[in-house]
């Protein structure tokens, strides 16, 4: 059984940080492509990073250098540290993987940046 429950969200002011974390069942983090996703209202779901088996990283360009993706494979636990946060990455956030054929998500948390 697969599961991923995302959890850390909640409201910060614009500048401040917040960690997600994606405790993962089911799948070995270590040898999966994690990804996290977000959500905002009244528009469709975006990719936002991802994190390979053999540890690369890649980020939106909207979250280039201020997102950091990170795993710890013996927590089975996926992060997503956010720093230097802005009102428009308010959204959903959902951890997402698909080692196989079937896609995996989390039921999301929600962020929300204050001006």
């Known amino acids: 059984q697969v599961q991923l429950v995302e959890s850390g969200g909640g409201l910060v002011q614009a500048g401040g940080s917040l960690r997600l974390s994606c405790r993962v069942t089911?799948?070995?983090?270590?040898?999966?492509?994690m990804d996290w996703y977000r959500q905002a209202p009244g528009k469709e779901r975006e990719w936002v990073t991802s994190?390979?088996?053999?540890?690369?990283?890649s980020y939106a360009d909207s979250v280039s250098g201020r997102f950091t993706i990170s795993r710890d494979n013996a927590k089975s636990t996926v992060y997503l540290q956010m720093n230097s946060l802005k009102p428009e990455d308010t959204a959903v956030y959902y951890c997402?993987?698909?080692?196989?054929?079937?896609?995996?998500w989390g039921q999301g948390t929600q962020v929300t940046v204050s001006s």
């Open positions: 089911g799948i070995v983090v270590s040898i999966a492509t």
């Open positions: 994190i390979s088996s053999g540890e690369r990283t």
């Open positions: 997402h993987s698909q080692p196989r054929i079937t896609n995996y």
